[in-house]
């Protein structure tokens, strides 16, 4: 059985002999996100209906609803990976995480409704969670730079792939936030969105590629305190944030 009504039926659709026995519950490590950042959803449950309970044999075990604002359903462009056998044991609890992009198509500014649905066949019920409020922010770009990327150093003929970086801020509540975007030189395919975190408004962050194609980030993000971030043109992050201080700060950031 499919979700495929309104958030506000939800709650007609729960066995009522098994609350209480087995508790769902959706959560997401922040509020809000930039189009085309990883969402992972953490899915809980909690069984104590006195018996094991098996998850994961099928694509159909977890299901989301995802509404923008006005209750339009989010189109859903592919298929979650959430095939992976577990057993959840009475007494116990399990978190299972998902991510939602690309699955779902999230991409524009706004609030999301996002609720799960978890079926059990031991007890031939459906269960559903709890609606979570996520947003997407609005971001403006404050620098970009296309580079050569050579696929097979080895090959002196190999073609040279064009990919661009992007530093942008958002406003996310009282707090100005900086993320970085790896795209190819059409901004077609995205190899990776990420937040650096918080930047003070007044500061520019400085920014280098090296001879690697490797990009460094510098920020500041406090009245003496910056953050350092080196990101690689496959989208990866070679080194997540490292905080320092005006003391700690070292001489020689970029390479």
Known sequence: RSPSRGLGDVYKRQAQGVQGQVDVSLEFKKEFYLAHESIM?????????????????????LQFTIESRGEFPVEKVGDL?????????????????????????????????????????ELNTQLVTTPVEIGILSASVVWD?????????????????IRKYSLMRAVNKKQIDLYVKVTDKYQRYIYGVYSLGNIVSFGE??????????????????????????????????LRPVSYTHLTLPTKRIV
Do not use: C
């Open 41 to 61: 959803a953490e899915v809980k449950i909690v069984n104590f209906s006195g018996k094991t309970l098996n998850f994961g044999t099928d694509k159909n075990w």
């Open 81 to 121: 990976n959430v095939v992976e056998q577990f057993k959840v044991p009475n007494a116990s609890r399990a978190i299972r995480r998902v991510h939602l992009i690309p699955a779902y198509k999230i991409d524009h500014p706004g609030r999301y409704r996002v609720a799960a649905y978890i079926s059990i066949p």
């Open 145 to 161: 730079r296309e580079i050569g990327l050579v696929k097979d150093k080895n090959d002196p003929s190999a073609p040279i792939e």
């Open 205 to 238: 962050p400085e920014r280098q590629v090296d001879r690697f194609s490797n990009l460094h980030v510098l920020m500041q993000n406090g009245a003496r305190s910056f953050r350092y971030t080196i990101v690689k043109p496959d989208g990866k992050i070679l």
